[in-house]
């Protein structure tokens, strides 16, 4: 059975460093992209950026490149989300999601599994 | 890179059919087959409905179907039941290895 298992809920205060995690089981980590989606607070889905773990190549959306680092360990079968310095804007429920299709070149255009959320509260 | 465009709400009585629309531009809706959709109840994750526009994962039920016209994909779910009450979101390739979503449809079953 194919699951995304993702660390629990975090409470920050600003200017805070934080890596939030998410680990697969049940499939071949290493040959599917793994991406992050941002839901905040009563709002819709954002696409942040995705990982293809066999060779950690990395993609980002412009909004939030140089915000947040997306990094994965594919020796424990783990993707991260990091923050160095976080802001209270980005409180929100965050998503790992593996991609439906796509290969060690190309970008995956669906997600099929996603985790059950990491919730992140910064607030002072 | 913004959002498609959905409407904030639709509703339908068990049984109608609802359709719900995602207006994108030539650079992402327009230009590839890549549309999905999912859905999401509250407190939940989002589960994928459609993808490449038109194809249901194993175990999606055939009420649900997507199609595209240009720069619009639509969302058609047929035979409505209480069950399908949950908020409902596009997503498309955008070229340059990213993608968009849309702003999310909640969906009421009166």
């Known amino acids: 059975e194919v699951q995304l298992v993702q660390s629990g809920a975090e409470v920050k205060k600003p200017g805070e460093s934080l890596k939030i995690s998410c680990t697969g089981s049940?499939?071949?980590?290493?040959?599917?992209?793994i991406g992050w989606v941002r839901q905040m607070p009563g709002k819709g889905l954002e696409w942040m950026g995705i990982?293809?773990?066999?060779?950690?190549?990395?993609r980002y959306s412009p909004s939030f490149q140089g915000q947040v680092t997306i990094s994965a360990d594919k020796s424990i079968t783990t993707a991260y989300l990091q923050w160095s310095s976080l802001k209270a804007s980005d409180t929100a429920m965050y998503y790992c999601a593996r991609g439906l299709g796509g290969t060690l070149t190309t970008l995956p255009k669906s997600f099929d599994y996603w985790g059950q959320g990491t919730l992140v509260t910064v607030s002072s | 890179q913004s959002a498609l465009t959905q409407p904030a709400s639709v509703s339908g009585s068990p049984g109608q059919s609802i359709t719900i629309s995602c207006t994108g531009t030539?650079?992402?809706?327009?230009?590839?087959?890549?549309v999905s959709w999912y859905q999401q109840h509250p407190g939940k994750a989002p589960k994928v409905m459609i993808y490449?526009?038109?194809n249901r994962p194993s175990g999606i039920s055939n009420r649900f179907s997507g199609s595209k016209s240009a720069n619009t994909a639509s969302l058609t779910i047929s035979g409505l039941q209480a069950e399908d009450e949950a908020d409902y979101y596009c997503?498309?390739?955008?070229?340059?290895?990213?993608?968009?979503f849309g702003g999310g449809t909640k969906l009421t079953v009166l």
């Open positions: 049940g499939y071949s980590f290493i040959t599917y992209w």
């Open positions: 490449e526009v038109n």
């Open positions: 997503s498309s390739y955008s070229g340059s290895s990213t993608l968009v």
């Open positions: 990982i293809y773990p066999g060779d950690s190549d990395t």
């Open positions: 030539s650079s992402d809706v327009g230009g590839y087959n890549y």
